[in-house]
């Protein structure tokens, strides 16, 4: 019975690593596909008209926009603590052994402490970004109010220049 446990948790971290490792390896063939395919186009001659347009690379957005290694990694550790939630729930439920279902509710707890940090951590990140947000309205507003300031210096200068000339003239017709 224990057995069967320990081969469930060593299947639940073992086969991801085994399929993303595949994903990594096939990456490396694509690229040294793209980079043999570049060579032998780099060798062909160049053709006679050399105008060229240059255009910006494409943007590879996924659905929910990019993700940052950080946020993969929590994803990562979510999905595991799911995998081990549904896996020791299917043995308990397959063989009925009350040590299972321990091994169960301990998944459960496990699960319910991932959520509450990812939630802390998403909480977090929620405060910070507001009070970047505060912070730059705050820029926003101060450099406005210096534009202002050196419009109505500017109005004043070019205001008061003709009275202060004025004056220089009474003071010399004097």
């Known amino acids: 019975m224990l057995l069967i446990v320990l ?5 639940a971290v073992l086969i991801p690593a085994t399929l993303r490792s595949r994903e990594h390896a096939h990456d490396g063939r694509t690229m040294d596909g793209f980079h043999t395919a570049m060579r032998t186009l780099s060798r062909r001659t160049p053709p006679t008209d050399t105008r060229r347009i240059l255009l910006p690379p494409p943007a590879i957005a996924s659905p929910g926009g990019p993700i940052g290694p950080t946020v993969a990694r929590r994803r990562t550790v ?19 052994s009350a040590l299972l279902w321990v091994t169960h509710i301990a998944a459960d707890a496990a699960l319910f402490g991932v959520v509450a940090w990812l939630r802390r951590i998403s909480l977090a990140e929620a405060a910070e970004a507001r009070r970047a947000r505060r912070i730059a309205a705050i820029e926003r507003a101060r450099r406005e109010a210096e534009r202002e300031a050196a419009k109505v210096a500017a109005f004043r200068a070019r205001v008061t220049r ?9 003071a010399v017709n004097d």
């Open 78 to 96: 979510f999905l595991r603590a799911v995998w081990a939630v549904a896996g020791t729930l299917l043995l308990a439920l397959a063989t009925g």
């Open 162 to 170: 003709p009275y202060d000339e004025l004056a220089q003239r009474r």
């Open 7 to 11: 081969a469930g948790l060593w299947a």
